[in-house]
C-alpha cells in the first residue's frame, strides 16, 4: 500500500498563478483532510472532508477550494496565489468510526509564491 | 473557535535528563492525538486518549489525558538522540470532525 500520495513535492509560484496540489489514498478512509505548516504556528486545518460529495471549512479556507469527486482523492486548489500562501502543505487522511481515527499524512508539499 | 496551545515552544535536553510538554484547549476535548514530526519529515502518529484522567505509557513515553480532557502532557523519561523532532498535540471536540493542533513543542537533544 502506498498510503497517502501527494504531488508535486515542491512548487514556485508566480502571484496570481493557479495550481492544484493531488492528495490520494489508497487504505478507503472516509475522512480526508489537507492542513498547512508555517514556522511556529504548527499545523492549521484548511478544509477536510467526511466523505464523497462532502467537504467543510477548516480553520484557514479562504483562497483555497477542495471537491471529493471519489473516496481516493481530495484535491486542494489555489486559484490566484499569494505570497501569503508560501507553505507546506499536508494531507491526512483517516477512518471514520464514532468519530475520527488517527491522521495518515503524506510527505507533503512545499509551495513557494513569489 | 477552539484553540490549542502548546508549551515550551523550544526544548533542549542533554541526553538521559527527562522532558515534557503541554497541551491545553480553550474548549472540552473529546479526544486528544498525540504526533511526532521528525526534521523534514511528515507528522506521525503517536497515541489518542479518550477517557478523562486516562494515563497511556508507550516505553519511556508517558501521555496524561487531564481531569477536564481541556489538558494533556507527553513525558518522556530519559531522553535519546532519536527523540528529536517536533511534538503535537492534536484536540477534537464532540461533535466536529476537525483536529485542531496545537503549535508544537520542538525537542533537541543533545548528546
Known amino acids: 500500500n502506498a498510503g497517502v500520495t501527494q504531488t508535486p513535492k515542491f512548487q514556485v509560484l508566480k502571484t496570481g498563478q493557479s495550481m492544484t496540489l493531488q492528495c490520494a489514498q489508497d487504505?478507503?478512509?472516509?475522512?480526508m483532510s489537507w492542513y498547512r505548516q508555517d514556522p511556529g504556528m504548527g499545523l492549521r486545518l484548511i478544509h477536510y472532508?467526511?466523505?464523497?460529495?462532502?467537504?467543510d471549512q477548516g480553520e484557514v479556507p479562504n483562497g483555497y477550494n477542495v471537491s471529493r469527486s471519489t473516496t481516493e482523492d481530495f484535491p486542494l486548489r489555489l486559484l490566484s496565489a499569494a505570497p501569503s500562501q508560501t507553505s507546506v502543505y499536508f494531507c491526512?487522511?483517516?477512518?471514520?468510526?464514532?468519530?475520527?481515527?488517527?491522521?495518515?499524512f503524506g510527505e507533503g508539499s512545499r509551495l513557494t509564491v513569489l | 473557535g477552539q484553540q490549542v496551545m502548546q508549551i515550551p515552544q523550544y526544548q533542549h535536553v542533554q541526553e538521559g535528563e527527562d522532558f515534557t510538554t503541554y497541551c491545553n484547549s480553550s474548549?472540552?476535548?473529546?479526544?486528544i492525538q498525540w504526533y511526532k514530526q521528525r526534521p523534514g519529515g511528515h507528522p506521525v502518529f503517536l497515541i489518542q486518549?479518550?477517557?478523562?484522567?486516562e494515563v497511556k505509557k508507550q516505553k519511556r513515553l508517558t501521555f496524561q489525558f487531564g481531569e477536564a480532557k481541556k489538558n494533556s502532557s507527553l513525558h518522556i523519561t530519559a531522553t535519546q538522540t532519536t527523540d528529536v523532532g517536533t511534538y503535537f498535540c492534536?484536540?477534537?471536540?464532540?461533535?466536529?470532525?476537525?483536529?485542531?493542533f496545537g503549535t508544537g513543542t520542538r525537542l533537541k537533544v543533545l548528546a
Open positions: 491526512a487522511s483517516s477512518y471514520r468510526d464514532r468519530g475520527i481515527g488517527e491522521l495518515f
Open positions: 487504505m478507503n478512509h472516509e475522512y
Open positions: 472532508s467526511v466523505g464523497a460529495g462532502i467537504t
Open positions: 474548549t472540552t476535548l473529546s479526544n
Open positions: 486518549l479518550v477517557k478523562s484522567g
Open positions: 492534536a484536540g477534537r471536540t464532540s461533535g466536529t470532525y476537525k483536529y485542531i
